[in-house]
């Protein structure tokens, strides 16, 4: 079974501020993870995954997230907030022989302050 | 990149009515199309997973005589919400990924208000 935390509902910065949103999982296969962004009344934009290789992953936006085994973590970072990423943020997990199927954490708001 | 269109974005009807929302991907086959329906301030749900000629899967608590799916080919799957009643007015999004791939592509979603 896969399943998926995201701490904290609410993440508010300031411009200019480092973002970390945090997701922690759990899975019983070698995990997929993502990070989508929404904004209000749209779908869903990939920021970035990751599957095999490299665990620091690189995104649009100026995100990345480094998957850590160790700590069952897949947190979303981004050095220097702007007003436009303010948004809903989901981290999900798959993995292979899972039919495609995401399991998707409860989501962070994110606020920017100016 | 792969783009997913769905329409409408929003409809609004009467209870009792059925609605039928489309997905399309529009520059790729999607062997596998995703139906998740989402409340405000929630996280996304699936409803059901469906492939190209084959019926839906639903996930546990999905009623599939009330959600109907079809995929009747590699670029349209629709979803046809009947006897709608105002509990099922929610944000519907589609996604679809293709063979071999892990990665899902989302629609814009479609808003439901049932009066």
């Known amino acids: 079974a896969q399943s998926v935390t995201q701490l904290g509902s609410h993440v508010s910065v300031s411009e200019g501020a480092l973002v970390l949103l945090r997701c922690n999982y759990s899975s019983s296969v070698p995990p997929y993870l993502f990070w989508y962004v929404q904004y209000p009344n749209q779908g869903l934009q990939l920021l970035l995954k990751y599957t095999t290789g490299a665990t620091l992953v690189k995104g649009i936006n100026g995100f990345e997230a480094e998957f850590k085994k160790s700590e069952t973590s897949f947190h979303l970072t981004k050095p220097s907030a702007h007003m436009s990423d303010a948004a809903e943020y989901f981290c999900?997990?798959?993995?292979?022989?899972?039919?495609?199927?995401?399991?998707f954490g409860q989501g962070t708001e994110l606020s920017v302050k100016p | 990149g792969a783009v997913v269109s769905q329409h409408p974005s929003w409809v609004i009807c009467k209870s009792g009515t059925s609605v039928k929302i489309e997905c399309r991907s529009l520059d790729f086959q999607a062997t596998t199309m995703f139906w998740y329906r989402q409340f405000p301030k929630q996280s996304l749900m699936l409803m059901a997973t469906?492939?190209?000629?084959?019926?839906?899967?639903?996930e546990q608590g999905v009623e599939k005589d009330k959600f109907l799916i079809n995929h009747a080919s590699l670029t349209l799957s629709t979803l046809t919400v009947t006897s709608a009643h105002p509990e099922d007015s929610s944000f519907y999004i589609c996604?679809?990924?293709?063979?071999?791939?892990?990665?899902?592509?989302f629609g814009p979603g479609t808003r439901l208000t049932v009066l």
């Open positions: 469906s492939n190209e000629g084959s019926k839906a899967t639903y």
């Open positions: 999900a997990v798959s993995g292979p022989n899972q039919g495609g199927k995401l399991i």
């Open positions: 996604s679809a990924s293709f063979e071999g791939d892990n990665e899902q592509f």
